[in-house]
């Protein structure tokens, strides 16, 4: 939930709602999107955006390098004001993620497509009653983006073709939401797209942005739950233990005094059991499976969500198992069934080593788990309206 009375809106949420109310539009500015991947379609209107095909890959195998494959056009709309003092500095950045207004829009469309897609700077601007072609600018100092693939992709599924008019459609009630809640909702979209920008390189980093991505809308979702039960989401072996113990009576107190610990992890742990996607259409053999009932995915999600405080409380990585790149399966002539889960009984790397219980999934299913659990979530909002 979200602490703030009044939050402040991101641009582009305060941006749409000025368009719809009949600000008038003062200049256009246009951006290269850059992807890895196979763009069809075009939305040349989305409220005052636009996302135009330039058919950069149309030579290029996919996967393979990145093409400045979609222009996004943003009309800014606002009412002409004086130039004068500004008013006192404050502190206000709780919606603050980092990027600018192109990169909001992208990495919500990023989060949609499910594919590595980035803004570059601004590079024409269209001014009112200004040059009818636009003027070329290259002033806002952002390199185009770039990334290198090293070996076998951690999350195949990126390289898909996707088509612009089907992926972003859950945007197109994006101003009919609380400005709360589309806050968190682009703040997850730019962890989610930082993940899989990097997860082929750094997949240790990836995990944490992707488990970052899930806090941030699960905040938002809702921040309520017995003690009691919150301790038994994130460490059960102490719940067991205090109950086997000659002081049962201990356990409330000790879940009260431990509050503040557990609570995240129930909050996570509960936004995956309400949220997650159903198993990908296409799997694995089932020894390459992990499972997707209920009671397993809680589980899971718990363990994963100790492995993240470890990385960030005690600098202890997330396990090398969860960061090695899936198999192909044997699925036909589909090559997207892959591997989600580590194999054996344990595995040994760099002097550390791993049961089997301890390393619930691989990075590509957890993306698939992750992504599906925010936009479920984001298409739950309808619902409440």
Not at 82 to 92: F, H, I, K, L, R
Not at 129 to 137: A, K, M
Not at 162 to 191: G, Y
């Amino acid at each position: 939930m979200n602490t703030s009375a009044t939050p402040t809106a991101s641009y582009t949420y305060a941006n749409w709602q000025r368009a719809r109310n009949g600000d008038p539009a003062q200049a256009t500015s246009e951006a290269m999107l850059f992807t890895d991947t196979w763009v069809t379609g075009e939305v040349p209107e989305l409220g005052p955006y636009a996302f135009i095909n330039t058919i950069a890959h149309a030579s290029i195998q996919p996967g393979k390098i990145i093409q400045p494959a979609v222009a996004m056009r943003v009309t800014h709309h606002h009412q002409e004001t004086p130039q004068g003092p500004t008013t006192s500095m404050v502190n206000d950045f709780e919606h603050y993620h980092g990027g600018d207004y192109v990169d909001e829009m992208a990495a919500m469309a990023s989060l949609c497509a499910g594919v590595r897609l980035k803004a570059g700077g601004v590079t024409r601007q269209f001014e009112k009653d200004g040059d009818r072609f636009g003027r070329p600018v290259q002033y806002s100092g952002k390199p185009d983006p770039q990334f290198l693939l090293e070996g076998q992709p951690q999350i195949p599924r990126l390289t898909l073709p996707f088509n612009l008019n089907d992926c972003l459609r859950p945007l197109t009630n994006f101003p009919e939401r609380t400005v709360a809640q589309t806050n968190a909702f682009i703040k997850a979209a730019r962890q989610y797209q930082q993940a899989i920008w990097i997860a082929d390189s750094d997949p240790t980093l990836a995990w944490l942005m992707l488990v970052s991505a899930i806090e941030t809308v699960a905040l938002e979702w809702k921040s309520d739950s017995p003690p009691v039960e919150q301790l038994g989401t994130a460490f059960p072996e102490l719940v067991k233990l205090i109950r086997e113990s000659k002081s049962p009576e201990l356990l409330e107190p000790v879940a009260g005094i431990l509050k503040q610990l557990t609570h995240s992890t129930k909050r996570f742990v509960g936004f995956i059991e309400a949220f997650a996607p159903p198993a990908p259409a296409e799997r694995p053999a089932p020894y390459m499976q992990i499972s997707y009932e209920k009671p397993d995915l809680r589980k899971a999600a718990s363990l994963i969500y100790r492995h993240r405080s470890q990385s960030l409380h005690r600098g202890t990585a997330f396990p090398a198992p969860m960061c090695q790149p899936p198999r192909y399966a044997s699925a036909g002539q589909n090559k997207l069934a892959v591997q989600e889960k580590p194999f054996g009984l344990a595995t040994s790397s760099r002097n550390a080593s791993w049961t089997i219980d301890k390393t619930p999934m691989l990075i590509n299913a957890f993306e698939h788990i992750a992504r599906g659990a925010i936009l479920n979530w984001w298409r739950s909002l309808e619902q409440q309206a």
